[in-house]
């Protein structure tokens, strides 16, 4: 398993995967195939596969510690960033057909609609996150505050889950499964957080225990 | 703080070591299977395969009606691959999947309420009552986006002659059909069935309201509300009440369904209205169908020189 997580052909791999839904996007749109709105079809893709990459990164965490696979590491930027560029197609499909660049529009939308600010909002606090994703930025930053900048993404994906469950009409139970999916990833780096801070003192007493 | 005590474990409590790698793949297998079945799930619907329409019928005898757009006609296959008919599903290609079964005849109308004849309609009844009229309107959903369709009906006044409408009735209430046994896909829609619309008197009296049994010379697919519905070009899109049922004139408003599911959002009367946003986006452009580019609303969806006199002296901003 290890061999495999750390070859570098499994990386190709999981840069063609992540690229597949946009490359497909790509076929059906030269084939005319995006259905009778087009523009809306590229426009939810985008968001849903926006929200499934930040679900994949958050997701990264808990499964190198739960399934003892700390190589997984080595994925999490690659599917932070294609979180971050699937966004950027989602909110370009907003500036361009939607609000024909319009920056006057824009800004009514974001400040009157409270799903349109949240959308908003998840992106802008992804920017500085893709930025900074680099390693010279995590040396530059420091380790503690580089993870503590990064920690955003937390809020980002609970805004983009707000921004999806706004926009439906009636029919929750799409957003209500990613709400959940969030959740757990949230909830499990609550209770690791808190299971670490409960044995901290527990350790410090008993040093020579090992564990 | 609470200061825990160390239960009292023996080594016989220790799981053995075989269990406790087990879990390990077990989880590892669970991880990585429901992450391709996610992930693929999104796949297939990426690659999504589109469906035929149900059976139709041609309308014989169909001459030219008034109103009519010369604007260009959205596509039969967008029209029909593109709905929102919660009954059968609440994605815009649900209801051309979900609708091919659905069982359009033997059809009745029934007619009730404050007319001086209560009585029930045949499907072959209503398609004689009157001349079969093409209407070609534009069409404009509360989601902002429009299409243009040849439609085929007559107007729903020359119905309601027929059965006298009493002095006390001032409003029209209408019922959609409703089967869970057909219609499996209603129980996820969010909105309470059957589906329920209304109109003023006056409203309903007016010759752009069509009651409509067909489209592009045929009789309606079932996606599209057959067999028989309501058109209101000047109103959002869900006031034109699919595979109606029901007619009912009475004294009092009457509740409508999606006013009940949200009054903040959808108001009863519904008017195409660019200056009166939804709370949630703008309704001041729309996409019509095949277009990228949004283009401008029109008040009353353009029809505002027909019907603007049914609300003068209203406060279109309190009546959305």
Request: aromatic letters at 14%; one cysteine or more.
């Amino acid at each position: 398993m290890r061999a495999l997580l750390t070859s570098k052909w499994t990386k190709v791999l999981v840069f063609l995967l992540s690229s597949l839904p946009c490359a497909l996007l790509v076929w059906r749109a030269f084939r005319a195939d995006l259905g009778p709105n087009p523009v809306e079809t590229i426009q939810l893709a985008t968001g849903d596969w926006s929200l499934r990459f930040l679900i994949f990164t958050l997701a990264i965490t808990p499964l190198r510690k739960l399934l003892n696979l700390p190589d997984l590491i080595r994925f999490r930027r690659m599917l932070g960033l294609f979180a971050f560029s699937y966004i950027c197609l989602h909110f370009l499909i907003y500036l361009g057909p939607d609000q024909s660049f319009s920056l006057s529009g824009i800004w009514d939308d974001i400040y009157k609609r409270p799903f349109i600010t949240v959308g908003f909002t998840a992106f802008l606090l992804l920017i500085p996150l893709a930025l900074t994703s680099t390693k010279g930025w995590i040396r530059r930053l420091g380790g503690k505050r580089w993870q503590m900048l990064h920690r955003s993404i937390y809020v980002a994906a609970v805004c983009a889950v707000i921004h999806f469950y706004w926009k439906v009409k009636s029919d929750v139970r799409e957003p209500l499964f990613y709400a959940a999916l969030v959740a757990i990833l949230l909830l499990w780096r609550l209770g690791d957080w808190l299971s670490k801070r409960r044995s901290a003192p527990a350790k410090a007493a008993m040093p020579n225990i090992p564990v | 703080m609470l200061i825990r005590r160390a239960p009292d474990l023996t080594y016989a409590d220790v799981t053995p070591k075989s269990v406790y790698l087990n879990r390990r793949k077990f989880l590892r297998t669970m991880g990585i299977t429901s992450a391709m079945a996610f992930a693929s799930k999104g796949l297939w619907e990426l690659a999504a395969p589109t469906h035929k329409v149900s059976a139709n019928t041609k309308l014989t005898g169909v001459i030219k009606g008034p109103f009519n757009t010369d604007e260009k006609q959205t596509s039969y296959e967008d029209v029909t691959h593109y709905n929102n008919f919660y009954e059968f599903g609440t994605d815009k290609r649900d209801p051309a999947k979900y609708a091919q079964n659905f069982r359009t005849s033997p059809w009745t109308v029934s007619i009730e309420g404050e007319v001086k004849t209560p009585r029930k309609f045949t499907m072959d009844e209503i398609l004689k009552l009157a001349p079969l009229e093409e209407r070609i309107y534009r069409h404009r959903c509360v989601e902002a986006w429009s299409i243009v369709v040849p439609w085929i009906g007559f107007s729903f006044s020359a119905l309601a002659k027929l059965v006298e409408p009493t002095p006390k009735a001032k409003y029209v209430a209408f019922q959609s059909f409703f089967d869970p046994k057909q219609m499996p896909q209603a129980k996820y829609g969010g909105i309470d069935f059957p589906y329920v619309e209304g109109l003023r008197l006056d409203e309903a009296m007016h010759p752009l309201a069509l009651l409509c049994v067909g489209m592009y010379g045929e009789t309606l697919p079932n996606q599209d509300g057959a067999p028989v519905r309501m058109i209101l070009p000047w109103k959002y899109g869900f006031k034109s009440i699919k595979s109606l049922v029901k007619i009912r004139f009475q004294e009092k408003q009457p509740p409508t369904t999606w006013n009940l599911f949200a009054p903040n959002e959808y108001g009863f009367y519904s008017n195409v209205n660019p200056t009166v946003d939804h709370p949630r986006w703008s309704q001041a452009t729309e996409r019509r169908l095949g277009d990228i580019f949004k283009r401008k609303t029109l008040m009353f969806n353009g029809y505002a020189d027909q019907v603007a006199s049914l609300y003068t002296g209203m406060d279109l901003k309190k009546n959305y």
